[in-house]
């Protein structure tokens, strides 16, 4: 539908179009806007895919200062090629070159001669950044970029606004000083603690004005050995008892005749419960009982077995973090919630699961029970029933 | 009477993924997550308590990105199929692990939790997520903070001061609009902070903030009580410093509870697992394998052999580590208080995605802590920290240090290698966003809308995510992608407004996309711009105190 016709269209009709094109749509949007919307692509107008990348200057000279930490400045700059030729004209010296000029501003109010202090940093101007590393904290700097000449003049081109890098150590003691702030109405204490207007009085500085009161800090308190330490793998309690499984599958519907599903059972002719029962029997071989089988009953033959957990030592386990732990920061920011686990796949060199896969066609609506379990039978008939089982050691052998 | 309190803040954020144009979009998974596995069950949790009548006290703060994300009728379509896909899923799960005893008891469990998830997502919160988190704030449960608009990393962003105004003016501005009374306390994205920062916080009406540790121990002046007593900047409003053992105890990968071996292990979900023809209709559309929220194995140790997750061990280690972090900080106001003359507070933030999504036991933990802390009330009491406030409004006077809750403290997670190259830019769209409102003081028609969406896409941009994201490196390329189309856009209607030619359908394409802060006006980016007095709370009264007095 081209313009012309849409604009024929009322808002009403428009907005249901839209809602029907599954465009999400900002509410009081207006006929003009909701027709754009309908349109293939909006003419005229600018599609942020086709201008791919963001400018590379924005036309003006400027040179900025960002602080990362108490000894690491980051710089970023622009010279719009006017102010470039100028600073070259004005340095009158191909040997001059360009610099990051720093002062050292901390508690002055800088005019630009009374610096405690400056040095300069050789860049490559045509970078446009670089990263300055400082030897002193809790100070503030001015930069400048210019041309230095042999000869130590400088032609400066911008100055940066004042960055203040943060301290990297407690300030020296000095009279506390102390602040009441209004609480807010509402803001009570809780039950049964009254307000203390009073000035903390602290008990250390009273006994002695040499012996700041530090924060007491109670030694972190770590749990019993035993509560930390791996526990060896529920190796008794999780062996798979063999029992019958698949007991009967009722006769009210064929069976469509399924191709082989699970490797190694033909399953290729219409089975008979009893049948079925069989490959369950034979599935179910119970596992080896040897004491070092690192079978858990789970649908897993690790053929490369690990240790026990048990046989690590706690304290070790302690020390190093499981590998596959998320919270690896302290301190940390919002996680990229979907963070995808593949990175961190185990490497785990061969593993095994056996599954079995009952599917047919029933009647819509019909009911279909399949082992002794209801089965949902989806609206075109067809409905399928996914089992795992489990898989003995020595259902497998592998070259370790 | 207790002997100190204990603090607990939760920071619930997700910067603003929504892609009505796709859908089945990889990233707005993060929300479907963070809401099935961390909001859903901490909302459990805590509704729990309160119909126990136990009495606890926790912080919690969202962010307006999530705020806007959680209200989204479109998103919230989304979530609900999510929850019936994983009931779907887990349906199937029960039945193929019947004969799996080990398995199939994770099986029906997740089957039940994921029904239980649905049926309170659509009919006992209406899919109103928020409001129920709300009702929790009304019943004097939760202190909610405000946040700053789209998590501006405001260290960074201080080159324009009207950004970093227009950042947490907005905050509070979505916040009283969400939760019907104004704000008290902000968190400020990843605890960044700046001396003068907080005259922009006393401007908003905000009372208090939260730094890390470093930025009390570095204060101007030598914190008497460390980070165990709230320090007043000279603007009146109180900084609360982070504990470091709190934290650590909960975050660290080394000594963390969640890496315990009886956990669930986050790295072993059957969307990883399973044979790829039965899972494929629950991964994603190019079969990319994902996380399904299905795991069935804890963390077991070291070695990539798991063992099956014991739902019931892994609730007795959750209370035994609710007893051990509590009877750690008992020990810890035992002895801060005999030295401090005065009850210590104990600051303990976590991100709340954590809670749920990345130590599956975390709610379970929240809630033996919160009802041992209130079966003992003796020694540890758990505070908002308004009522401490309250308790004591005399404290000590110095300017925190700049400081962050990043990686060694300050902005390097946020400004490396990998992300120095978007500041240049966002620089200088903030300054022509600034430029645009100071020359057009009272825009209407479609220059405003142009204005207000530029405004949104600048404030999209600024996300501290997309630099996190592209520090980490892992989904790097949507950060990338994100970064710049807010900043192109930007740039393409800071040229239309000069050259008075605003493509109204474009626009209109933009503003329902990019749908948060329906009400926004440009002109929070003036200089003269000032809240209205219904958003914030009242001036902040200050009176100098003596030691002695």
Redesign the interface.
């Known amino acids: 539908m081209n313009r012309s016709e849409l604009e024929t269209k009322s808002r009403k009709q428009l907005l249901a179009m839209v809602e029907r094109a599954g465009i999400s749509v900002q509410r009081g949007l207006g006929k003009a806007g909701l027709i754009e919307l309908l349109l293939p692509v909006p003419s005229g107008a600018p599609r942020p895919e086709e201008a791919a990348e963001l400018p590379a200057t924005y036309g003006r000279t400027r040179l900025m200062l960002v602080e990362i930490e108490p000894h690491w400045i980051h710089a970023y700059w622009e010279i719009t090629a006017p102010d470039r030729e100028a600073a070259l004209a004005k340095a009158g010296d191909a040997e001059a070159a360009w610099v990051l000029r720093f002062y050292d501003i901390t508690g002055v109010e800088f005019d630009g001669a009374n610096a405690r202090d400056s040095f300069d940093v050789p860049v490559d101007v045509a970078v446009g950044n670089w990263y300055v590393n400082l030897w002193s904290s809790g100070k503030s700097y001015c930069g400048e970029i210019g041309l230095r000449a042999p000869d130590g003049s400088f032609v400066p081109v911008s100055r940066s606004g004042i960055v203040q890098v943060p301290a990297a150590a407690a300030a020296p003691r000095a009279e506390t000083e102390w602040m009441k702030v209004e609480p807010l109405t509402g803001e009570t204490a809780p039950a049964g603690e009254p307000a203390r207007e009073e000035a903390p009085v602290l008990a250390a500085v009273a006994a002695s004005v040499t012996s700041e009161p530090e924060p007491v800090i109670s030694e972190a308190v770590l749990l019993p050995a035993t509560e930390q330490a791996a526990t060896p793998g529920n190796v008794a309690e999780d062996t798979v008892v063999a029992e019958p499984v698949c007991a009967a599958i009722p006769e009210t519907f064929p069976l469509p005749p399924p191709p082989p599903t699970v490797a190694g059972f033909d399953i290729s002719a219409s089975p008979s419960a009893a049948e079925i029962n069989r490959w369950c029997e034979e599935i179910h071989a119970p596992p080896d009982s040897d004491a070092n089988n690192n079978d858990n009953g789970s649908g897993y033959a690790t053929v490369d077995a690990a240790q026990p957990a048990s046989q690590e030592s706690p304290a070790a386990e302690r020390e190093t973090a499981p590998s596959s732990h998320s919270v690896e920061r302290f301190g940390t920011a919002s996680d990229g919630l979907g963070v995808a686990a593949a990175e961190r796949a185990p490497s785990i060199k061969l593993e095994l699961n056996a599954e079995i896969v009952i599917y047919g066609r029933a009647m819509p609506g019909q009911t279909v029970e399949v082992c002794g379990r209801m089965v949902k039978v989806s609206p075109d008939g067809t409905f399928s029933v996914r089992m795992a089982l489990p898989l003995a050691d020595d259902d497998v052998t592998h070259d370790k | 009477?207790?002997l100190g309190?204990l603090a607990l803040v939760l920071?619930a954020?997700?910067?603003f993924v929504r892609h009505?144009?796709d859908?089945d979009f990889?990233?707005e998974?993060?929300l479907y997550?963070?809401v099935t596995e961390s909001y859903i069950p901490l909302l459990w949790t805590m509704e729990k308590l309160v119909a126990d009548g136990v009495d606890f006290r926790l912080t919690m703060s969202f962010t307006p990105t999530l705020v806007a994300m959680l209200n989204d009728e479109?998103l919230r379509r989304r979530c609900e199929r999510h929850l019936d896909r994983l009931c779907e899923l887990a349906?199937?799960e029960a039945?193929?692990?019947?004969?799996?005893?080990?398995?199939h008891d994770n099986a029906v469990f997740y089957l039940d939790r994921f029904r239980a998830a649905r049926e309170d997502y659509c009919n006992r919160w209406k899919r109103d997520l928020v409001g129920a988190f709300a009702r929790l704030q009304q019943a004097g449960r939760l202190e909610i903070t405000a946040a700053a608009a789209t998590?501006g990393f405001l260290?960074?962003l201080r080159?324009n001061p009207a950004a970093v105004r227009a950042q947490v003016f907005l905050g509070v501005m979505d916040y009283a609009e969400t939760f019907g009374r104004a704000p008290?306390g902000v968190w400020l994205p990843?605890c960044g902070f700046?001396?003068g920062l907080d005259d922009t916080l006393k401007e908003a009406g905000l009372?208090y903030f939260f730094v890390?540790s470093d930025g009390i121990?570095?204060?101007?002046?030598?914190a008497?009580?460390?980070?165990?007593?709230p320090l007043?900047c000279p603007s009146?409003v109180?900084a609360f410093g982070r504990d470091?053992?709190a934290?650590?105890?909960v975050?660290?990968?080394?000594?963390?509870y969640?890496?315990?071996?009886?956990y669930r292990?986050?790295?072993?979900?059957i969307?990883?697992d399973l044979?790829f023809d039965?899972i494929k209709p629950y991964l994603h559309r190019d079969g990319?394998?994902?996380?399904t929220g299905i795991k069935y194995h804890r963390?077991?140790?070291?070695?990539?052999?798991?063992?099956?997750y014991?739902r019931q061990?892994a609730l007795d280690?959750a209370a035994?580590?609710a007893r051990?972090f509590l009877?750690?900080r008992q020990?810890?106001v035992?002895?801060?208080r005999?030295?401090?003359?005065?009850k210590?507070v104990i600051v303990a933030p976590y991100?709340a995605?954590?809670f749920g999504?990345?130590?599956f036991e975390g709610p379970v933990w929240l809630n033996h802590l919160c009802c041992q802390a209130a079966a003992d009330r003796n020694s540890l009491?758990l505070?908002a920290v308004?009522?401490y406030?309250?308790?004591?409004?005399?404290?000590?006077?110095?300017m925190p240090?700049?400081?962050s809750?990043?990686?060694?403290?300050?902005?390097?997670?946020w400004?490396?290698a990998s992300n120095?190259w978007i500041?240049?830019?966002l620089?200088?769209t903030a300054d022509h966003m600034t430029e645009m409102a100071e020359r057009f003081p009272n825009a209407d028609g479609l220059t405003r809308r142009a204005l207000n969406q530029a405004a949104r896409e600048l404030l999209l941009a600024q996300s501290?995510?997309w630099a996190?994201?592209m520090t980490?490196g892992?989904?790097a390329p949507y950060a990338v992608r994100r970064t710049?189309?807010h900043?192109?856009?930007f740039?393409?209607l800071y040229d239309m407004l000069k050259e008075n030619r605003v493509?109204?359908?474009?626009?209109?394409?933009l503003?329902?996309?990019n749908?948060i802060f329906?009400r926004l006006d440009y002109r929070v980016y003036r200089a003269d711009y000032r809240l209205a007095s219904e958003h914030g709370?009242?001036a902040?009264?200050?009176?100098?105190?003596?030691?002695?007095?």
């Open positions: 009477m207790s309190y920071h954020h997700l910067p009505p144009e859908d990889l990233e998974d993060w997550e963070a479109l349906e199937k039945e193929r692990t019947r004969h799996l005893p080990d398995f998590h260290p960074l080159a008290r990843e700046y001396p009372r890390e121990q570095h204060a101007s002046d030598r008497k009580f460390g980070v165990h007593a007043y009146g109180a470091p053992e934290s650590r105890q975050w660290s990968s080394t000594e963390g969640p890496g315990d071996h009886d292990e986050f790295y072993r979900d969307g990883h044979d039965y990319r394998r994902v996380n963390v077991t140790g070291r070695t990539d052999s798991k063992e099956p014991v061990r280690k035994t580590h051990h009877e750690s020990r810890q035992e002895a801060l005999a030295t401090m003359g005065r210590p991100d995605e954590l999504h990345w130590w009491q505070v308004p009522e406030l309250g308790e004591y409004p005399v404290n000590q006077v110095a240090g700049a400081s809750w990043g990686y060694k403290g300050y902005n390097e997670v400004l490396n120095d500041y240049r830019h620089h200088a501290s995510d996190f994201i980490r892992s989904m710049k189309e900043m192109l856009r740039g393409q493509h109204e359908g474009w626009l209109g394409e503003e329902s996309k749908n329906p709370q009242p902040i009264a200050v009176s100098p105190q003596t030691k002695g007095k």
